[in-house]
């Protein structure tokens, strides 16, 4: 726990810190608010008050079919947030399962990793997507596995390098001696030294798969329609935005400060986690 205090008191110190704890504290807040609670159900429309102006009983105003945009912008907070989640969680599981293969002591599995990787890399996350929906529809899983899958990639090419390092450190080469498996040696010595690379590359697949859900519902391939989320607020409204561009800004300015914190998070954290660059850590271990 003193570790754990360390950290987050050299994370809040820093500026861009700070402000990626304070926006991203926000947003979970709110997804936990709208689980039980929105101004409006998102199923009331008001067809009179279409496309009003923000007033004190629609903040933000409402959207082309009367419907208050800030409910909708709650609600898809959990949607944005799950579908982040569950990115990260697969990329993270699917790259370092390949880094493993990338600095295994088997040769063939070592080079045929490598080759894979560096062939599947160049495919682009939309194609995927689009590749996925055609079986199983427009929906969150889709975009969760064709960013995991893509992402994935991304990660083991640039962790591999920082993976090799360490795979061939004296401690390693003891542990390999010594009879531990390969498993063990990477979980135990390899994995805490890509640590830092490892979560930066996260922090930015969780902030790419908001635009990429952004992107993926406006093709028609992303969250179901009726489904609340940052993308369907923007998919909905940007035909218009010549017309009522305040419905467009709040959600843009949502996904673009929400991605700005989730890069700032994770190089926050790498300095905050390194004891090479965090000497209170040093301290306190």
């Known amino acids: 726990m003193s570790a754990a205090r360390v950290v987050m008191r050299s994370m809040w110190r820093k500026a861009s810190g700070k402000y990626a704890l304070i ?11 709208s689980l039980v609670w929105t101004p409006y159900a998102l199923l009331e429309t008001d067809g009179f008050h279409a496309w009003a102006s923000p007033t004190a009983a629609h903040p933000l105003g409402t959207d082309g079919v009367g419907a208050d945009v800030l409910s909708w912008l709650m609600a898809g907070s959990r949607t944005n947030l799950a579908i ?37 890399i160049s495919i682009p996350t939309v194609l995927i997507a689009l590749m996925l929906s055609v079986p199983f529809g427009a929906s969150a899983a889709v975009i969760v ?28 080469e003891s542990a390999v001696w010594s009879g531990a498996s390969g498993a063990r040696v990477f979980v ?28 993926l519902t406006y093709l028609g391939v992303g ?44 190089d926050a954290l790498r300095d905050a986690i390194d004891p090479l660059t965090n000497p209170e850590l040093r301290e306190a271990a």
Do not use: K
């Not at 926006?23 to 608010?33: T, Y």
């Not at 990115?87 to 040769?107: E, K």
């Not at 070592?110 to 062939?119: G, H």
């Open 23 to 33: 926006v991203l504290g926000l947003w979970v807040l709110v997804s936990l608010v």
């Open 223 to 266: 969250v179901g329609a009726g489904v609340p989320s940052w993308g369907h607020s923007l998919a909905t409204s940007v035909r218009f935005i010549s017309i009522y561009p305040l419905t467009v800004l709040w959600p843009g300015l949502i996904v673009t400060m929400t991605v700005i914190a989730l890069h700032l998070f994770g």
């Open 188 to 215: 135990r010595h390899i994995m805490p030294n890509v640590m830092p690379v490892l979560l930066v590359q996260l922090s930015m697949s969780a902030g790419t798969s908001i635009l990429a859900e952004a992107g």
């Open 145 to 172: 596995a064709a960013c995991g899958f893509a992402y994935g990639l991304n990660l083991a090419r640039i962790v591999r390098p920082a993976a090799i390092l360490a795979a061939r450190s004296q401690y390693v």
């Open 84 to 120: 982040a989640s569950l990115t990260v969680v697969v990329a993270g599981i699917f790259g370092l399962a390949l880094v493993a293969a990338m600095v295994s002591r088997h040769t063939a599995l070592r080079s045929t990793s490598v080759v894979v990787v560096d062939a599947l």
